[in-house]
């Protein structure tokens, strides 16, 4: 037993792709397939189904007491790992050893039903989540008050806002008190002030010594919550590091350190057609791609595409976010009028999209550039969150007299008159 | 309840005797049964019958009556048609009493049927993101049924008071009947609701599949008008050796009583059971990704 909780050795899991539409939709078919396969001599319809490896040969260990983070990109494979850990799927191939009671938390409020009480829904969830009646009797005015929503508490829940729904839901889940809980982003819920709330409670669930297993994309509760992070990518497992470590690798990685990226041809693959990006880059104002930029110095943002057939309505736009995840601006390139009139209808053939970003508006910092290109309420054809990552430097910004850092996204030079009267 | 403390392992072993350990690891062939797992979520299976019961009659406008008002309404239209119309033989019993004494366990195991092979679709919220016995949900879909039942077999007290029947001593084995009746149910249930997770058209199959069972139970009429030779045959329907055990034990008609009939009955509900419970081992893990 030792002080191991979790032990993962080459975990994998494949999925066929495609197959729960065409593989088993109908018995019929299914039947006939059955049928007929063993008297085909090429049997190539089974091995036409592509498969994809949504996790492979992860292994590593989680010591009793430990809270560790696991981020990565959508689609990664984090939460097809953690459905292997809280046994909701298995594995395709390797092992996993876990000592003690587990407590999943994928999703809050599983099995709620709509026309039964806050109250009843206290003792449905919590069975569903592995507690004992006894312990749900014990906890049930805590459980209670934590919510916040005594009065509706024997009302149906189906007459509940959403946000009194979600924080009954969490108040529920917050108070299983397995030796191992498997937690995957249910604090991206309600508004700020229940998150705060909810993070405090996962403060304590850690000091209390439990085993967590903490996936999120939130990187500032990663920071705050765990010491060790696993960085997913791709179904594998990059790296395991202190968090700080893990959080600057994950939000730099496979994003150039040189300003510039250009997508390979796997991650070409999600584009849709016509659409094919080529590649992005950073320009400073001597026009060298590079990839920190000063916060006095107005840059560049190039974004080169082609398109195959001509497209209707279609603007490229970027997402400039920290890399805490907090949203500065949102910004396309049809945005001014005349531009969207020329564009209308953009022909087929090689294009770049560029963007000045002015002087004097970003504060220091790393900053994380999304890349989008759609057709308004039509079609999306590509989309990559982290395409590119860049720093700020406020060497010579306004203010720089103070050596402080400054609280905020941007740090405009603003004008100001002092008057005495 | 004592309080372990998570951060002394030695306290905490001491406290809680062995860490229950898990291994997780690919499914090979035919997993074990598991049933030990079964075991440690008993209350959820209590908790989800509970929950069915709860909200099968909500926001309905006659409630838990609709448990007495199709079997009645059932056996006023068999009595009618049935009993006075055709002519059907009731084995000595008055026609109403004959069949609602066969309507009364069918109910409980169409409506079973009908629950439990949409119980893993219905609730695939939960299988894709928490793990327990997924046996749970086609178990409590059947027990669930059980109050129906009980609900139903208050107007039979009824009719058996009006009609002057008294209970016959062999009323005792009624409960054996009655979980002849949940083991078939159950082993259909687990076939059904397995193969609805993979195939759909389980969807369509049920309502006709209760129909055309229906048929082949001695509901509307005895299993006395099966000729001698067919009996046999006819038994390998469990539901057969259900109804006739009814009305042996609650009324007294000779064709229920123990026999060869009983035993293959028996026998089919078993193999029904059994072959339904490693079906749905069998299928269980494709449950999440394919749901």
């Not at chain 1, 979600?166 to 002030?193: K, N, Q, S, T, Y």
């Not at chain 2, 959820?44 to 069915?52: A, E, P, S, V």
């Amino acid at each position: 037993m030792g002080d191991i909780a979790i032990r993962v050795d080459n975990i994998g899991k494949q999925y066929r792709i495609g197959a729960p539409i065409n593989q088993y939709s109908t018995l019929r078919e299914s039947i006939s397939e059955y049928l007929s396969l063993p008297w085909q001599k090429n049997r190539s319809l089974r091995g036409t189904r592509e498969i994809l490896w949504a996790l492979r040969n992860v292994s590593f260990e989680v010591t009793q007491g430990q809270v560790l983070g696991i981020i990565g990109r959508n689609g990664a494979g984090k939460s097809t790992l953690l459905k292997i850990l809280s046994r909701v799927t298995e594995p395709s191939e390797g092992l996993a050893e876990i000592n003690g009671r587990v407590g999943s938390l994928l999703e809050v409020g599983t099995g709620f039903h709509p026309e039964l009480t806050g109250r009843e829904n206290i003792y449905l969830n919590g069975a569903i989540l592995g507690m004992h009646r006894s312990e749900i009797d014990r906890k049930l005015d805590e459980i209670i008050d934590f919510s916040e929503v005594e009065q509706f508490i024997d009302t149906p829940i189906k007459r509940y806002s959403s946000g009194m729904y979600l924080r009954l839901a969490f108040a529920v889940a917050a108070h299983l008190e397995p030796e191992i809980l498997v937690v995957d982003e249910v604090l991206a819920v309600g508004d700020a002030e229940f998150q705060r709330k909810c993070i405090g409670k996962m403060s304590d669930v850690a000091l209390e010594g439990r085993t967590v297993l903490f996936v999120s994309h939130n990187m500032s509760a990663i920071l705050r919550l765990t010491q060790e992070t696993l960085v997913i990518e791709k179904g594998l497992l990059v790296l395991r590091a202190l968090t700080p470590t893990a959080i600057d690798y994950y939000l730099s990685r496979g994003l150039s350190q040189e300003g510039k990226y250009y997508w390979k041809e796997e991650e070409i693959a999600n584009a849709e057609h016509p659409f094919r990006p080529i590649g992005i880059r950073i320009l400073n104002n001597k026009n060298e791609i590079c990839d920190t930029v000063r916060s006095i110095e107005p840059f560049r943002l190039e974004i080169e595409y082609t398109l195959d057939e001509p497209v209707t309505g279609l603007r490229i736009g970027i997402y400039l976010m920290t890399t805490r995840g907090e949203y500065v601006f949102t910004s396309f390139d049809t945005d001014d009028l005349e531009l969207f009139e020329t564009y209308s209808i953009r022909t087929a053939g090689h294009y770049i999209s560029r963007c000045d970003i002015p002087a004097n508006l970003l504060n220091e910092g790393s900053y994380c550039v999304g890349v989008n290109a759609s057709s308004y309420r039509v079609r999306r054809y590509f989309q990559d969150d982290q395409a590119l990552t860049f720093s700020v430097d406020a060497a010579g910004a306004t203010g720089m007299q103070w050596p402080e850092p400054r609280l905020g996204l941007i740090r405009p030079r603003l004008n100001w008159e002092i008057e005495e009267i | 309840m004592i309080n372990a403390s998570g951060k002394d392992p030695n306290m905490q072993s001491i406290v809680k005797g062995v860490v229950q350990t898990t291994i997780i690891k690919p499914p090979s062939g035919w997993s074990a049964l598991n049933l030990r797992d079964l075991w440690n979520y008993r209350e959820l299976i209590y908790f989800m019958t509970w929950r069915d019961l709860k909200v099968r009659y909500k926001q309905t406008l006659l409630g838990a009556s609709w448990a007495i008002i199709k079997p009645v309404l059932t056996m006023i239209v068999f009595t009618i048609f049935f009993g006075n119309l055709a002519g059907v033989p009731s084995d000595g019993v008055p026609y109403p009493i004959f069949s609602y004494t066969g309507l009364l366990p069918w109910e409980l195991f169409a409506t079973a049927l009908a629950v439990a092979s949409r119980s893993l679709v219905q609730n695939r919220h939960m299988i894709t993101k928490i793990y327990f016995p997924r046996m749970i949900l086609p178990i409590s879909s059947v027990l669930a049924g059980l109050a129906d039942f009980c609900i139903a077999f208050l107007v039979l007290i009824a009719m058996m008071v009006y009609y002057q029947f008294k209970p016959t001593g062999d009323i005792w084995t009624l409960p054996l009947f009655l979980i002849l009746a949940l083991i078939t149910a159950l082993g259909v249930g687990l076939w059904l609701s397995a193969m609805n997770v993979l195939y759909r058209d389980i969807n369509y199959i049920t309502p006709f599949l209760v129909q055309f069972w229906m048929f082949i139970t001695p509901i509307a009429y005895s299993s006395s008008l099966v000729p001698e030779e067919w009996q046999v045959l006819y038994s390998l329907n469990p539901m057969v050796a259900v109804v006739e055990g009814f009305r042996w034990a609650l009324l007294g008609t000779s064709q229920g009583a123990p026999s060869i009939t009983l035993v293959v009955s028996t026998a089919v509900a078993l193999l029904l059971l059994i072959t339904g419970l490693l079906y749905f081992r069998r299928t269980e893990r494709l449950f999440a990704d394919m749901v």
